[in-house]
């Protein structure tokens, strides 16, 4: 079993007027290839809509990207996880407005937010 206790999964987003752009990202000391399932969950006043996606994501790189078209009045909410071997080993939820970085565990497997 691969150590995953400096693994760090975050999700950058950037607003370009009513475009959010949203990109999974995973560092660790070791180079890493995982796989990863993200949703995008948009409310605004016209209503409620999904997206998903899913591939590999690897170290260091952002290639994988979802834009997301939010007007103003607009919220959103995104859902990474982070798998090996279609086991979850991360997941984080936030709002696209939001700043979120998760840590690597410090003991026993807590993870500081």
Same mark, same amino acid.
């Given at each position: 079993?691969?150590?995953? %206790? +400096?693994?760090?999964? %975050?999700?950058?987003?950037?607003?370009?007027?009513?475009?959010?752009?949203?990109?999974?990202?995973?560092?660790?000391?070791?180079?890493?290839?995982?796989?990863? #399932?993200?949703?995008?969950?948009?409310?605004?006043?016209?209503? +409620?809509?999904?997206?998903?996606?899913?591939?590999?994501? +690897?170290?260091?790189?952002?290639?994988?990207?979802?834009?997301?078209?939010?007007?103003?009045?607009?919220?959103? +909410?995104?859902?990474?996880?982070?798998?090996?071997?279609?086991?979850?080993?991360?997941?984080?939820?936030?709002?696209?407005?939001?700043?979120?970085?998760?840590?690597?565990?410090?003991?026993?497997?807590?993870? #500081?937010?």
């Amino acid at each position: 079993m691969m150590d995953f %206790s +400096q693994l760090v999964v %975050s999700i950058d987003s950037q607003r370009d007027g009513e475009i959010v752009i949203i990109r999974p990202h995973i560092d660790n000391p070791t180079p890493l290839t995982l796989q990863y #399932r993200l949703t995008v969950l948009k409310h605004s006043a016209s209503g +409620q809509s999904k997206a998903s996606q899913q591939g590999d994501i +690897q170290t260091g790189t952002s290639l994988s990207s979802v834009s997301v078209s939010l007007p103003p009045d607009g919220t959103c +909410q995104v859902q990474l996880q982070v798998l090996a071997q279609n086991t979850l080993i991360r997941e984080i939820e936030r709002s696209c407005a939001d700043t979120f970085v998760e840590q690597p565990s410090d003991d026993q497997g807590a993870i #500081r937010l």
